[in-house]
């Protein structure tokens, strides 16, 4: 894909984001989608294009009232936003469609009208994982992590101090769930989650959404806010079963999807202004910054604790707060992306200063799929 | 009321030579008669070179720690907490998830890359599963 020709023109979350009683998981994606479209100046019937996760396109079309003429429902989890916007992108410069509207909401504490998630018998799953007490996330995305430090000597300080970086961007964003500083110790004596990861390393629970509109560079011109351009593109998937990763030192997916959007970009780690790396648990930023290839993996534990990913240092890395203190409403995906065209719009609450190239690296399931995608605000 | 339950496998014509294995005393994988490779989990072709001429064997039962968490909460139904869930490499080459029997559920005792071998826990008359306990000697 040639870069630059797609840009964002819309964006936006929920009207509320955290703990949401009165609104079912369908209604939050029709809030977020209004929001987008009052963001990018469009009436419903503009919208052509239309995709989502989990819910179908279908159902939220409907819901809507929109009548597309290009769809994509792919469900891989929590970078289906991700490759939403890959494919959208495709299919803008095609020609088979002019604006895209990508749409996420989960009503992941309140439940309401929300499916709950569940593992057939007779699946590989159901049959090779779930008889030996996988139980949710947080029983299954740490699995690999004990063998990553040991291979390249991370230390649990090192995976505390994920947490704590994150919170002192989370404690810069009003929107954020969690705000109140702590520290390496606090994390290390929050209630054992799965070991070796406690309560502070595991993402919140929330509920939310958010949607973002897409269009041609070319019209992007006409929009009333500052276009976000889609420089580079990468997905992949790798497995449903943890436990059936090639290896826990890295992600394939992670290591297909992330060098892919570089690539097409054209840029070098160097030229990386603002990252944001979906960070369901603390593990899932050293994964990519050792998978996207920022450094070698026994450095990216270190890298954090000293700081170089705080407010102000050189990496700015989640600085909403991330899922574990922004808000994680179940698939977050969405939620990075729009903090980078925040970033990329000049307008994040902790805005890091002259960014011009923000990555936003999203992972799907246990390591089970991944989008990446870079963005600009110059042309 | 009766107690929550494990989590039983159901298995399907790809997978039911596995459990026929397990009900016997047998840990079975696949060899890909044409490259060599052995695969897990089950299915009637193999996944590195798409050969459908595959054989069902006994492997050895043994292999290492490869990684784990200990579950503490949430729980999953029939287990009680604190729980290590594992995945274990064998050494044929193939990992599988697992549990560890026979050892302390303890960051101290599960150490990686411990020595393992097979053992099989009988959870009805139509299902056992694979579990692993520490290699004596």
């Known amino acids: 894909m040639r870069k630059n020709q797609v840009a964002v023109v819309g964006a936006a979350e929920t009207t509320e984001l955290g703990i949401i009683p009165n609104a079912s998981q369908l209604q939050l994606h029709a809030d977020a989608a209004l929001n987008a479209i009052a963001d990018a100046g469009l009436k419903l019937s503009d919208i052509d294009g239309f995709a989502t996760a989990v819910e179908t396109p279908q159902q939220v079309c409907h819901y809507l009232g929109i009548k597309p003429t290009w769809v994509d429902g792919t469900s891989v989890g929590g970078c289906s936003f991700m490759l939403h916007v890959r494919h959208a992108a495709a299919a803008i410069e095609a020609g088979l469609c002019k604006t895209v509207l990508i749409t996420h909401a989960e009503s992941g504490k309140s439940m309401i009208g929300k499916a709950p998630r569940s593992i057939p018998a007779d699946s590989l799953q159901g049959q090779f994982e779930a008889p030996h007490g996988v139980y949710g996330p947080p029983s299954m995305f740490p699995i690999p992590v004990l063998r990553f430090m040991k291979t390249y000597g991370i230390t649990h300080e090192q995976l505390a101090s994920v947490a704590v970086v994150q919170r002192e961007w989370a404690a810069r964003n009003p929107r954020a769930m969690m705000k109140d500083p702590i520290t390496v110790a606090d994390v290390l004596n929050s209630r054992m989650i799965a070991y070796p990861f406690r309560l502070l390393q595991c993402c919140l629970v929330t509920d939310g959404g958010g949607a973002l509109i897409l269009t041609s560079a070319d019209r992007a011109r006409d929009f009333p806010r500052k276009p976000v351009y889609i420089m580079g593109t990468g997905e992949s998937v790798e497995t449903p079963m943890v436990s059936q990763m090639e290896t826990f030192n890295s992600s394939r997916a992670f290591k297909t999807a992330g060098p892919l959007a570089f690539r097409e970009a054209g840029i070098a780690h160097k030229d990386v202004d603002h990252l944001m790396i979906y960070d369901a648990f603390a593990h899932l930023p050293l994964f990519g910054l050792g998978d996207l290839g920022f450094m070698p993996y026994e450095e990216t534990g270190k890298f954090i604790a000293d700081g170089n990913t705080r407010p102000g240092a050189k990496l700015p890395l989640n600085t909403n707060g991330g899922g574990l203190s922004y808000m994680h409403s179940g698939m977050y995906g969405m939620y990075a992306l729009q903090e980078s065209v925040r970033q990329m719009r000049g307008i994040a609450p902790a805005q890091v200063a002259n960014a011009k190239i923000s990555v936003c690296h999203g992972v799907g399931g246990m390591f089970a799929a991944s989008g990446t995608i870079v963005f600009t605000n110059e042309r | ?137």
């Open chain 2, 1 to 137: 009321m009766a107690e929550p339950q494990r989590a039983r496998p159901k298995p399907t014509p790809e997978t039911q030579h596995f459990w026929d294995g397990t009900k016997a005393g047998e840990l079975r994988l696949q060899r890909c008669d044409a490259c060599a490779h052995v695969y897990f989990p089950p299915r009637p072709f193999c996944p590195s070179c798409a050969s459908r001429k595959v054989s069902i064997f006994k492997a050895s039962g043994k292999g290492f720690l490869y990684s784990y968490v200990i579950n503490h909460r949430p729980a999953a139904p029939g287990f009680t907490p604190p729980y290590a869930i594992a995945v274990v490499e064998l050494d044929e080459g193939p990992r599988m998830m697992s549990n560890i029997i026979d050892c302390p559920q303890t960051p101290e005792a599960l150490a990686l890359d411990m020595k393992l071998e097979v053992a099989f826990q009988q959870l009805d008359d139509k299902i056992t599963l694979p579990v692993f306990r520490p290699a004596k000697g």
